[in-house]
């Protein structure tokens, strides 16, 4: 067993938290705010090889492994957690487009990703389809080089600006062999977006996407039709561990901060911290949180490997965010008044991570995974 990172490892970890902490935590709130967030921020991401960390070589990416994927996401969420989400996002699009899109679609989007010029979202969710996503309703239908998609994808994550959305669409018969993948570029006459009002996660403009007859060439579908769902729970078996790398990376960042105030702050003539109940709940919460991070760089490496690792996965989605939320709420606490204001980004920060106790999978859903791949499939409770 060897649980320490590779010296490229380090050195990408030491490097990205370095940013995270220099540039980007200092405007943590401003596009929490809802200052417009510039564009031109993503390059830098790009220039730290981020966006293109899942993108084949080929195509001017990385082809890294998936474990760098949750070093990014873990030190990036330390300085603002939305940026966790470009994390999955480019990796999610990177992965459909390169392992399924046809050569001249590949040529088109991944140099885009590589560089950070286009943002590639990803259409599951609907409005009566969540975690029954297989269930599906949005409808694409061939018409000769053509496929014509209509339908609204809810609570998509970057619908205000992505460039062009991976939707999931019904091309024919009931459940999740019916669901096929679509690369649909988000100028395409018949788009339009609702951004939502979220509580969390301001910066990612999560909101609605509406396709009015959108058409798009028969090659923007990716794979085989009827592979659609499968590809889509191939994205969500990794990208559960990193989101549980960014809920950790926010906790990780606001105990640190925590345990420099408890040092310093005074009640009844000692540092709050020489009060046991207050190193305790700081211990208890490390320990966690420690727990959690450990289990999805597991779940990653793992992946690396090319073992199974879809109940680890589901393990990680649902404990990483509740210890984070756990901790981050102690974190408040321990503040006093102090917490409990909008000049320390603790709140903010767990209104960002309680978003992703439910995307990407809920906690009731995960451990409905857990039970199918440790009972069995017959055991599941909702089948
Ligand atoms: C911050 C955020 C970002 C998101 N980003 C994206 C994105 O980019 N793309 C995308 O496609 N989707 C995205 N989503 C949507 C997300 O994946 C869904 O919200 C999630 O899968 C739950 O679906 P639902 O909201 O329809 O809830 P529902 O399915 O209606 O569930 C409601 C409640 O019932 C529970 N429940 C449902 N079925 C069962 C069951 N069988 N047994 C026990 N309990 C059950 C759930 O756990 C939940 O608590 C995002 C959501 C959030 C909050």
Not at 8 to 15: H, I, V, Y
Not at 203 to 230: C, M, N, W
Not at 287 to 296: F, G, H, I, K, S
Request: hydrophobic share 40%.
């Amino acid at each position: 067993m060897d649980f320490a990172l590779s010296d490229e490892q380090r050195l990408f970890a030491e490097t990205v938290r370095r940013f995270a902490l220099q540039r980007l935590k200092p405007d943590y709130a401003t596009w929490d705010r809802g200052e417009p967030f510039p564009r031109e921020r993503v390059a830098e991401l790009a220039q730290l090889g981020i966006t293109g960390l899942r993108v084949p070589a080929e195509y001017g990416g990385a082809d890294a492994h998936y474990v760098m994927l949750g070093i990014a996401a873990e030190e990036l969420a330390r300085g603002d957690f939305n940026y966790s989400l470009f994390v999955q996002l480019y990796s999610i699009g990177s992965e459909l487009i390169g392992q399924h899109a046809r050569e001249a679609v590949k040529r088109v989007w991944l140099p885009r990703l590589a560089d950070g010029s286009a943002l590639a979202a990803f259409g599951l969710t609907e409005p009566a389809a969540g975690s029954d996503a297989a269930n599906l309703t949005t409808t694409a239908v061939r018409d000769g080089d053509e496929y014509v998609i209509s339908g609204e994808k809810a609570s998509i994550t970057f619908a205000g600006y992505a460039d062009a959305c991976a939707v999931f669409a019904r091309t024919g018969g009931e459940g999740a062999h019916g669901v096929s993948t679509f690369l649909v570029p988000l100028d395409a006459p018949g788009v339009t977006r609702q951004v939502y009002r979220s509580p969390g996660e301001r910066l990612t403009q999560r909101g609605s996407l509406y396709f009015d007859q959108v058409r798009v060439p028969a090659d923007h579908l990716l794979g085989a039709e009827g592979k659609g769902f499968y590809q889509a729970m191939g994205a969500f078996d990794y990208n559960r561990a990193v989101i549980a790398l960014a809920c950790v990376g926010a906790a990780e960042q606001s105990l640190d901060e925590t345990i420099a105030y408890v040092k310093e702050r005074q009640s009844f003539g000692r540092p709050l911290a020489k009060h046991e109940a207050v190193s305790f709940q700081l211990a208890e919460h490390l320990t966690l949180v420690e727990a959690a991070r450990l289990l999805a760089y597991e779940c990653l490496w793992k992946r690396d490997q090319g073992e199974p690792h879809t109940k680890e996965a589901a393990m990680a989605k649902w404990l990483g965010p509740k210890v984070a939320v756990d901790a981050i709420h102690a974190c408040i606490w321990l503040h006093g008044h102090y917490g409990y204001n909008m000049d320390l980004p603790f709140e903010q920060r767990l209104r960002d991570a309680i978003g992703l106790e439910i995307g990407d999978g809920t906690p009731e859903i995960m451990k409905g995974i857990i039970a199918r791949e440790v009972i069995g499939r017959d055991y599941m409770p909702y089948r």
